[in-house]
């Protein structure tokens, strides 16, 4: 017989409440207590885990559920399931816990990919660009590319997921453009706004819901409401404090309007934020600072902003990163920002460009444009909510919601670390649960891309009908994931012209003459299997899974998905010519119908793949192969149905640059 009693004098701090270890019950086990209003910090392990209520009154908290945990309750979580026990009573919650490692769980929860639910909504989110320039390549490559393909294989998968973004009107840099051109800077956003959003549709982006802060009806009644509980909550406050301003006519100077060095990297920088290492200054901690429009040196003065003093909420921030995916990358920054013994971040500047507070002290002042999005977010669900006949609220964000963040690096501090940070005080009562996407930059010729420099190839430069798909898989084979990563026109060229012209479209007309030849344009029915047919099925497999890996939430990357796509392509094509030697055996015949059918049954999964990143090719490939039309993600590899017409063998998926760019941008605009 082995008794083991609770004993508290022998607990200790773990998992954010007290734990000690029970030995010799043949699993691993521990006494668990929480305290009144406690909980266990969010967590996922590789074990098996069950949890047994002996008193108290509690709660599981598992993604978006709230599951009562009295005494007598018994909970069993698979391996990798996050999961937290909070005590919702006046007494102590106490728990015995059991795990073990089951290796057939294991493999079953990491095989079973994405963690949203099926009727979990997921709001995926891509950075609103700046409306003082169109869309170039760097911008395509990142946010905007990443959300678009993962809500299509999101949307393959049978989840609820819709794609949001906007256009950020109130940028700072939208006012400094319209000074430089003498024009009014809501004039500069919509002329802009409009011109990003037709060229997202070039790249076969279109939003769900595309917000335009600048003339959204109800856009800054809601922003005001929603800075209103900030200022509520009590931690944010109107101080006065050092700032710099123009020595010519004294004009308040931020972000674009001011540079010099970096106080933490001295990489040359504007104000407020650092686009190398990610981190925020103060504008006055600037090294050498210089006013951007005259040149001269910012003379030393003082405003009243609204402040919020980010350095106290280093736990909470830190314990939100515990709840969704967060790149390493982001960790470090995060690190970093909170190793500061104070770091007090002005919400609202002194300008005439964006949307006023309500409050009194904030005359003259407008709510900062990167706060400000931390509520175009929420109200991006409440619009999309609107045409869906949805009850999503801005100001009462639910538990349910699944929030994809898809950004830039330079953006990091802003999405990853200030906006959960203002969630907390304006919704105290929410926990966002958030994965966060981050790119570095996309290089052009060795340089970064740059819309104030004109430093770019912009996407009508390139985009058009015929060429969208083939820039859409050039973007997500080098894009900048987690290493900077560079454009060259002549590789893209390359990539067209040799892989996917004169390999992949050559291995499709090919197969498609082949057919028509040998089976009078029909899929036949495969023979007798040989090894290295069994061989060549078990690759596809191999395929399908890498590269619904790579898509799932978890291992998102375009640049392994693309590189297993292409991968399905290169063993087909060997496989091909393998067979091509068994054309003149006349005995074979059965054999090569199988050939031929796995060589059809490559195609097929080529399309159903490919589709959240290269739409058009998928569907048209889908379409050359009898197809009923791409929907949903492949579970398991079929065949091409016997006597389903091919269509393959004058078919043109991809078309040389020269030709592609031919096409005009008003016939791809309207295609």
Known sequence: MIIRRYQAEALGDSFGIQMSGIDG??????????????????????????IT??????????DDRRIPAVPGTVAVFAPFEPHVLGNAGDGELIFLTQYWRDAAQVSDAVRGGGRAGPDRPIFVFSTPPTPNGDLHLGHLSGPYLGADAYVRYQRMNGARAWHLTGSDDFQSYVKDLARREQRAPDDIA?????EIAATLALMDIEPDQYTVTGTDPDYRHGLR?????????????PVA???????LDGAYLYEVDVAGGCPVCASATRGNICEEC????????LLDPITVASGLSPVPSTATRFMLPLHEFRDAVLLHHRFGRVPARLRQLADRVFRRERLDIAITHPSDWGVRPSETEGAGQVVWVWPEMSYGFLHGIQRLAERLGEDWKASAPQQAWKLVHFLGYDNSFYHGILFPTLYSLAFPAWQPDIDYHVNEFYLLEGKKF????????????????????????????????????????????????EQLIGIWQRWLV?????????????????????????AFLRRLYLRLDATAASLDPDGFSLRTAAAEIDGIVRDAVRFAEEGDRLDDIGTLDSEIRTSIALELTAAKLLAAVSAPIMPRFAAKLDAALGGPGLRDWPNTIEPVPAGSPIALSEAVFFRPSRDAAAVPVADAVSS
Do not use: C, M
């Open 25 to 50: 019950l043949g699993t691993a086990a521990a006494w668990g207590r929480v305290p009144p209003g406690g909980r266990t910090v969010v967590h996922r392990h590789d074990e098996t885990e069950q």
């Open 53 to 62: 209520i002996v008193s108290g009154d509690g709660e599981f908290l598992v």
């Open 190 to 194: 919509a002329h802009f706004s409009a």
């Open 225 to 237: 409401e929603f800075f209103s509980a900030l200022v509520a909550s009590g931690r944010i406050k």
């Open 241 to 247: 404090g050092p700032a710099l301003a123009d020595p």
């Open 278 to 285: 990610g981190e925020p200054n103060a504008v006055v901690d």
């Open 450 to 497: 740059s819309t104030s420099r004109r430093h770019a190839i912009w996407g009508k430069e390139i985009l058009s009908r015929d060429s969208a798909d083939a820039v859409r898989f050039f973007l997500a084979s080098t894009r900048a994931e987690r290493t900077r990563t560079d454009f060259t026109t002549a590789e893209y060229e390359r990539v067209l012209d």
């Open 510 to 534: 090919d197969l498609g003459s082949r057919v028509r030849r040998l089976f009078a344009g029909n899929a036949p029915e495969a023979g007798n299997w040989t090894a290295e047919h069994l």
